[in-house]
């Protein structure tokens, strides 16, 4: 009982209900001159359309008109469910990062992935309100005629998964504060939407298109929608969470397990609807930043969750290394995840040659690279940074690869299929000069060789942390200073 | 180790970036109940250290324990201990300052009418009731470290850990500030704080930790460090006339050196001198015709202290305790 005579129910409100972050959120999102100029121009510009719609149903072009009408309808929708929303969440915790606000909530009782988790939330909240807020306007539209109400919610149910996923993906890429990144990030969803989205949705049939074409897939592609959305989010929230996240927060568990169900998910696809591999190509996606983030990993990280969990008596069991975070345990999962790509291609009668050196070329992609940093320094912190950078030089090796296939047969031969980039883009190029069954050969090399050399340097990097955490001292650091003794 | 009457124990802690160490072998306690100071020059690796303890950082080697709950290996603990307030932080957009507060509020666990009367006894005690319904973006610097500090009082930890907190503040709102962090010690809180402007820390802390390039260089009181380890007693005298006279009458006297000539008289260092007798050796200056127009007792500024500290390190290499 509380001192004021009341139960401690009685005395809490509705909103204690929430997530203090989405509260905040809310408070502070319904209040941003985005949201709330985006709310009223909407309206504005929904009204005028209805009035122009009203005015042009008796007119002898109203069926151009009304399709004109509808298209314009669903973009002015989809401009704040998929720019307006995503395009704040892209700032969500950048701003929090640059202002160091981050750091103080960090030492309350909430964990960095309620935070973010809050942040989504807040703009899905005001996603629902732009949708409520339309919903009178496409009640006239049916009174108008022409509208099937059952295809209108579906895209309507489209859209709002499609708002969930993006501003999921954004308030995740948010985490990242490099600007070159953030540019890129940009510079790829402008021309994402230029060319293709909007410019479709612009031209008289808009997002309604585009999604009436899923809107007439079968169950399998509904069942995997709605199990791959919720696995998707979580994924790229936990993506931001364990950018922000402290040290000795453990975010790799949670990414990977997240990869493994979605890869599940993505066979069971394929074993159910004999053997269609659009789930497990869709799935390899989310898959590929998993691994890409997980062979990059900081090993400090696991030397500090170890001396957490050696503290409380618990360890890392030998068996589900491959989910324990730092680059070790992610080389083993990238091998696994392969590996199994791997055994459905050898198991499916349809498989090409080609298929599994495309499978090859992309697991070597991210293994040479890695091997190449851990051999020069194994204990770098900056291996993500490195990473970019040799995928960078291969990718322009790739190029001058595909100059040199057009111009002279073997210069791109010789030492560019050796390059796993490189050689897929002259796989994908059909600009291969020898066999394909000699490049996958190059390419099991390659892969086995990385791996080799990627287990030995994270055995011994992996020894060398636990020796390290195992006291609170390292070998290398100076005398123990002894402290003054206590007094009374 | 009997940890009682010490809230906070930090042992041989390192902490490098890259091959900068930032802070090596430190080691000290903080007093439950007191209020400490931590001063060191820009990168001397106060911020660094503090922020391991407040568990935003992770050292490299070496353990902090904070109210009998080790840092590194229970840190969500530990955090419940803390109030933590950094030297810049941004505030929030959209945001009234009662909004502010009452979602750290939230964040910390407090629901319904006990977060609100939590709040409110924060706004009280760091005075902000008048600004309760401002945007917290818009308020002073002075204001804004208030609304912070208010912020770190919210789950009432034991120990506050506060960097460089007065730094940029005008003189009024240092002098407001200052007095809020002596009622914090009245009311028990443990306080460390951090600042590069020692008399500020001076007049707060009872404990004083020196450090530079991250080790311990000192540790101490601040009467400690004022009064120094020299023999004898330092005055400042002022004459009106030539300094010169007032240098001969020091050159004569076996017992008294000048520490420093000044532009109207001389600070002067007297060895085996009662400072109850002083003014025997004020009717000898007079006597020899010196026209004194100031004499008083001078204490070591600790800047000076700090300096000497640093010598004595080069010179020594071992830190000292007063």
Redesign the interface.
């Known amino acids: 009982m ?1 001192s ?1 005579g ?1 139960s ?1 129910e ?4 509705a ?2 209900w929430f997530s ?2 989405l ?2 959120e809310l ?2 999102g319904t ?2 001159r985005a949201f709330v100029w985006s709310f009223l121009a909407l309206h504005t510009v929904l009204l005028l359309l209805i009035i122009t719609a009203l005015l042009t149903a008796a007119s002898p072009h109203s069926n151009y008109d009304q399709v004109f009408v509808t298209g314009f309808f669903w973009t002015l929708i989809s401009i704040p469910l998929l720019l307006v929303l995503p395009g704040i969440g892209f700032g969500g915790l950048k701003k929090e990062l ?4 981050l ?8 964990t960095t992935l309620r935070i973010v988790f809050g942040k989504w939330a807040a703009l899905v909240i005001q996603g629902f309100l732009f949708v409520s807020a339309i919903l009178p306007y496409m009640i006239l539209r049916y009174f108008l005629g022409g509208v099937n109400l059952v295809d209108e919610l579906r895209i309507l149910l489209l859209l709002m998964l499609g708002s969930l996923c993006l501003t999921a993906a954004a308030v995740g890429l948010s985490s990242i504060t490099s600007k070159a990144f953030r540019l890129g990030i940009i510079i790829a969803v402008l021309f994402f939407l230029i060319q293709g989205l909007f410019t479709s949705m612009a031209i008289f049939y808009g997002a309604r298109g585009l999604f009436m074409t899923f809107g007439t897939a079968d169950g399998w592609s509904w069942l995997f929608l709605f199990f791959s959305v919720p696995l998707f989010i979580i994924l790229m929230l936990e993506f931001g969470a364990g950018r922000i996240a ?3 927060e453990n975010h790799a568990l949670r990414k990977r397990l997240t990869g493994l169900v979605l890869l599940a998910g993505g066979i069971a696809v394929y074993f159910g609807t004999n053997g269609s591999w659009w789930a497990p190509v869709v799935v390899a996606i989310p898959l590929l930043i998993i691994c890409i983030e997980a062979v990059n990993e900081n090993l ?1 990280s696991y030397g ?1 969750l170890l ?2 969990r050696r ?2 008596g618990k360890r890392f069991a030998a068996p589900v290394r491959f989910l324990a975070p730092g680059w070790p345990g992610g080389v083993i999962f990238t091998a696994l995840v392969t590996a199994v790509y791997l055994a459905l291609l050898l198991t499916d009668s349809t498989t090409e040659p080609e298929h599994i050196l495309a499978l090859l070329t992309l697991s070597g992609a991210i293994l040479l690279p890695v091997a190449l940093i851990r051999l020069a320094a194994p204990d770098t912190e900056r291996g993500f940074v490195f990473f970019v950078l040799i995928q960078v030089i291969m990718l322009c090796a790739g190029i001058c690869a595909l100059v040199f296939a057009e111009t002279t047969y073997f210069a791109a031969s010789g030492f560019f299929e050796l390059l796993p980039i490189p050689l897929l883009m002259l796989m994908l190029g059909d600009h291969l000069s020898g066999s394909t069954n000699a490049s996958v050969n190059v390419m099991v090399f390659v892969n086995a060789i990385s791996l080799v050399a990627l287990l030995a340097t994270g055995m011994t990097a992996t020894r060398r942390t636990v020796a ?1 955490t195992s ?4 070998g290398q ?8 003794p ?3 | 180790m009997n940890s009682v009457s010490s809230l906070a124990v930090v042992r041989d802690l390192h902490r490098s970036f890259g091959p900068t160490r930032a802070v090596a072998n430190l080691s000290f306690r903080l007093p439950r109940g007191q209020v400490t100071g931590f001063i060191g020059a820009n990168g001397a690796g106060k911020t660094t250290t503090m922020r391991m303890m407040a568990s935003l950082d992770i050292p490299n080697a070496g353990s902090i324990e904070i109210d009998g709950v080790d840092v590194l290996e229970d840190p969500s603990h530990a955090r419940r201990s803390i109030g933590w307030m950094p030297d810049t932080y941004g505030s929030y957009q959209d945001m009234s300052v009662w909004e502010y507060l009452d979602f750290f509020a939230r964040a910390f666990g407090y629901t319904g009418i006990e977060r609100k009367r939590r709040v409110d006894e924060v706004m009280d005690f760091a005075d902000l009731g008048s600004l309760s319904d401002r945007p917290a973006d818009t308020l002073s610097k002075g204001m804004s470290q208030r609304l912070c500090l208010g912020r770190s009082l919210v789950h009432d930890p034991a120990l506050l850990i506060l960097d460089e907190p007065a730094a940029g503040l005008d003189p009024k709102a240092r002098i407001e500030f200052k007095h809020l962090v002596r009622l914090l010690a009245g009311e028990g809180k443990t306080v460390f704080i951090s600042s590069h402007i020692l008399s500020e820390l001076a007049e707060m802390c009872d404990t004083l930790l020196f450090i530079d390039e991250g080790k311990l260089i000192h540790e101490g009181t601040a009467e400690s460090l004022m009064h120094g380890d020299a023999p004898g007693v330092a005055y400042a005298v002022e004459i009106a006339g030539p300094v010169e006279h007032l240098e001969e009458w020091v050159a004569l006297r076996p017992d008294a050196a000048v520490i420093e000539t000044r532009k109207h008289g001389a600070l002067i260092r007297f060895d085996h001198i009662d400072p109850a007798e002083i003014s025997g050796v004020l009717k000898q200056l007079l006597d020899a015709g010196i026209r004194v127009t100031d004499f008083h007792r001078e204490q070591r500024r600790l800047e000076d202290a700090f300096v000497e500290i640093l010598e004595k390190l080069n010179a020594n290499g071992a830190p000292s305790n007063t």
């Open positions: 509380d004021t009341y401690e009685q005395t809490r409100d909103s204690d203090p972050i509260v905040k408070r502070q209040r941003s640059d202002a160091k606000t750091e103080l909530i960090f030492l309350t009782r909430m402290p040290p000795a400090r500090i001396r957490a503290a409380q390290t006291s609170a001292h390292p650091a100076p005398q123990r200073q002894p402290l003054a206590e007094t009374p």
